[in-house]
């Protein structure tokens, strides 16, 4: 059973702060690493994807991915009340057409 | 571009009484297609994946069935629903696993 662990929330920051969310996967073989952010009642979207060990940057946004220690995380600088939501961690498949998800971890930025 | 449109938005159904959820794409070929059920306050449940015509595959025994009669047209049903089957689904579609999935706007179900 291919597995995808996030870190237990609910994680509460301060405004302007730095929120760090943390993945990790059971599948050594991997290849594709993706971030969801899910407004509550909302789908889900995607906002970020990486491939590759290292650092990834769009916006404010940072994802990370350490394919030896199977680990993927997810910086959010200068956090806004808007980014409250929960943010879903997805690992592809080594072989086959599905994406295994971590059960979320719930971000709440304060004013 | 590519679209997807799922409806309804909501649905409120006695128990014992059929379903029926459609979910469509627009803009892309063959895509990859996938049915998921969130309880509230849960995480994503796969139920069903196609990657064509006619093949379905069940990732959870359950009291649900999917068919893809079209390339891009993704049927979730029920016979006769439970007090469980309540939840939120999801349709989503992809063309690669390396691209990950778009979803669609989700049928929140309620079984009375």
């Known amino acids: 059973q291919k597995e995808v662990e996030q870190n237990s929330g609910p994680l509460s920051v301060p405004e302007g702060a730095i929120a760090s969310l943390n993945c990790t996967y059971s599948d050594r073989g991997s290849q594709s690493f993706f971030w969801y952010r899910q407004y509550s009642g909302k789908s889900p979207e995607l906002i970020m994807f990486?491939?590759?060990?290292g650092d990834k940057e769009d916006g404010r946004f940072t994802a990370q991915l350490n394919k030896a220690s199977q680990y993927v995380s997810l910086l959010i600088r200068d956090s806004q009340p808007s980014d409250s939501a929960t943010y879903l961690c997805a690992v592809g498949e080594t072989s086959g057409s599905r994406l295994t998800f971590g059960e979320g971890t719930q971000l709440t930025v304060n004013p | 571009s590519q679209t997807i449109h799922q409806w309804p938005a909501t649905l409120v159904q006695p128990v014992g009484s059929p379903l029926s959820l459609e979910c469509t794409v627009e803009g892309t070929s063959n895509p990859n297609l996938y049915w998921y059920r969130q309880a509230a306050g849960r995480g994503l449940q796969l139920l069903f994946y196609s990657v064509g015509i006619g093949q379905i595959s069940s990732e959870v025994p359950q009291n649900l069935s999917a068919s893809r009669p079209q390339d891009r047209q993704f049927i979730l049903s029920s016979k006769k629903l439970l007090l469980s089957d309540s939840g939120f689904y999801l349709c989503a579609w992809s063309v690669g696993i390396n691209y990950g999935y778009t979803f669609g706007s989700g049928t929140r179900l309620t079984v009375v």
């Open positions: 990486i491939y590759s060990n």
